[in-house]
C-alpha cells in the first residue's frame, strides 16, 4: 500500500517508518524544509532509540518531500502535525491546514493521528469531501517505534465501515485489541488517557510531599499500592512532574474543551495545578540543602524532559533552571542528548564545579553517581540514587529526613 504522512516528528516518523519495514511505501511531507532535507540524507530530525536505524533499513521505501502533491495516489494519509495550546486552548490551524491541501491533491483515506479534540475529524471531512478515520496514538517518546508496533490497543474512529476496515487491517500485523468507535469517541480516549496518567503522577507527588513530612519514603508506599491490580505500579514514580509534548498540552486542551460544552474537570484541573508546583519544590528542598543560592553554581543533571529523548518541550528541568536563575543562581548543566541555553559542561565537569545538584531528568547513566556526588547538597528529583551511600547535605523527593 502507498502511505501518506503529513507532519514527520516523533509520531509521523516513527509511524512511517513502521509501515515501510512491514514493506508499504511511505512518502512524508513536512513544511520544514530543514527537516526534509536532512530526512533525504538518512538524518532523523530527533533522537528516539532505534529511529535512525530503522530510518536506514527502509529508506529505499521512504521518500520526503515539501511537495503535498508527493501524496496524490496515497491510499492512506496520517495526519500527524503538532496540536500546540495556545493560552491554554488547542489550536488546530496545522490540522486544518493540512487537511486543505491534501483536498487540492490527494483522493485517499485520511487518518488522523495528531491528539484532537472531539469533532476534530467531522470537520476535517467538511473540508476535504473525503473519508476521514480518527486513528489516536498510543506512543510513548523513548520507546516510540516499540509503541507503534506493539500497541495496547488500536482505536478506529469512523462513520464510514469501509474506511475504518482499511486502517483496521493496515495495522492488523499488531495483534493489538481494536476499538472500533465514533470519530468524537476515538478522540475523547486519547484525552482520557493522557489525563488519567497525569492525575496518577500528581497524585503520588501530592503523597511524596506529604512523605516529606514525615518519617517515610514514597517509594515505599508506591510499590504497595501499585500491587493492587486495581492501581498498577504504573506512572506511581513521583518526582519533579510531567513535562513534554503530550500531558502539559492536553490536559489543558481538554480542560478548556470541557469548559467551552459545560463541564469541569475538576480531578485534571487538579492534576495540572499539582504539576506547576513541582518545580518550586525542587528548589525548596535544594535551599534545605545549601541555603540560598544566589551567587553559587548549581548543576543540573538531565534537561530532557524524560530519559532517552532530545525533546526539552515543557521540560520541568528547564524550569528549575529558570528558577534557579531568577535566584541568582549560577546554572551549568548535563545531558547526553538534549540541548538548551544552558552552559553546557561534562558530567564530571558539572559535578566538580557546583555547589550544589539537582537531579533532574532519569537519565540511567546518573544511577550509581553516589561516590562523586558524596559530600555536595544534592537533590535528588528522580529518585536515582540510594540515600544509603549519601551525606546528610542530601534530599530526595518523597523521602523524609531520617
Given amino acids: 500500500m502507498r502511505i501518506g504522512i503529513v507532519g514527520l516528528g516523533v509520531v509521523g516518523l516513527s509511524t512511517g517508518v513502521v509501515l515501510a ?3 508499504h511505501e511511505v512518502v512524508g511531507v513536512d513544511i520544514d ?3 526534509v532535507q536532512g530526512l533525504q540524507c538518512r538524518r532523523p530530525p530527533i533522537y528516539e532509540p532505534g529511529l535512525e536505524e530503522a530510518l536506514n533499513r527502509n529508506f529505499e521505501r521512504m521518500k520526503f518531500s515539501t511537495d503535498y502533491s508527493s501524496l496524490s495516489d496515497a491510499e492512506v494519509i496520517f495526519i500527524t502535525v503538532s496540536t500546540p495550546t495556545i493560552d491554554g486552548r488547542i489550536y488546530l490551524g496545522y490540522v486544518f491546514d493540512a487537511a486543505r491541501k491534501i483536498r487540492e491533491v490527494a483522493r485517499g483515506v485520511i487518518a488522523i493521528k495528531s491528539t484532537v479534540v472531539p469533532g476534530t475529524a467531522r470537520k476535517v471531512k467538511e473540508i476535504t469531501n473525503l473519508k476521514v478515520v480518527s486513528n489516536p496514538e498510543f506512543l510513548r517518546e523513548g520507546n516510540a517505534l516499540h509503541d507503534t508496533e506493539s500497541p495496547d490497543r488500536v482505536v478506529i474512529g469512523s462513520d464510514d465501515k469501509e474506511a475504518g476496515d482499511l486502517i483496521q487491517e493496515l495495522w492488523s500485523f499488531t495483534k493489538a485489541p481494536v476499538i472500533r468507535t465514533t470519530t468524537d469517541e476515538a478522540e475523547l480516549i486519547k484525552y482520557a488517557a ?3 496518567l497525569a492525575v496518577k503522577v500528581s497524585f503520588i507527588n501530592e503523597i511524596a510531599n506529604l512523605c516529606e513530612r514525615l518519617n517515610c519514603d514514597v517509594n515505599v508506599i508506591a510499590r504497595a499500592i501499585g500491587l493492587d491490580k486495581r492501581i498498577s505500579p504504573y506512572f506511581l514514580s513521583a518526582g519533579l512532574g510531567w513535562g513534554g509534548s503530550c ?3 492536553d490536559t489543558l486542551a481538554i480542560t478548556s474543551f470541557a469548559r467551552d460544552v459545560g463541564e469541569r ?19 525548596k528542598l535544594l535551599k534545605e540543602v545549601m541555603g540560598e543560592v544566589r551567587g553559587k553554581t548549581v548543576c543540573v543533571l538531565g534537561l530532557a524532559f524524560k530519559p532517552n529523548t532530545d525533546d526539552t518541550r515543557e521540560s520541568v528541568a528547564l524550569k528549575v533552571v529558570n528558577l534557579l536563575r531568577q535566584e541568582g543562581a549560577m546554572v551549568i548543566a548535563y545531558d547526553p542528548k538534549a ?3 544552558v552552559e553546557m559542561v561534562t558530567l564530571d565537569e558539572c559535578i566538580t564545579r557546583a555547589d550544589g ?10 544511577r550509581g553517581l ?3 556526588l558524596r559530600g555536595k547538597p544534592v537533590v535528588d528529583g528522580r529518585r536515582v540514587l540510594d540515600p544509603a551511600k549519601m551525606g546528610q547535605e542530601f534530599r530526595a523527593i518523597g523521602l523524609g529526613v531520617r
Fill in 370 to 372: 553516589e561516590p562523586k
Fill in 265 to 283: 474537570l475538576r480531578i485534571v484541573e487538579a492534576a495540572i495545578e499539582v504539576n506547576q508546583e513541582r518545580p518550586f519544590r525542587a528548589l
Fill in 194 to 196: 493522557n489525563s488519567f
Fill in 247 to 249: 500531558f502539559p498540552k
Fill in 357 to 366: 545538584v539537582i537531579i533532574a531528568t532519569e537519565w540511567d547513566e546518573f
Fill in 339 to 341: 540541548r538548551s541555553d
Fill in 21 to 23: 519495514e512491514r514493506g
Fill in 33 to 35: 524544509q530543514g527537516r
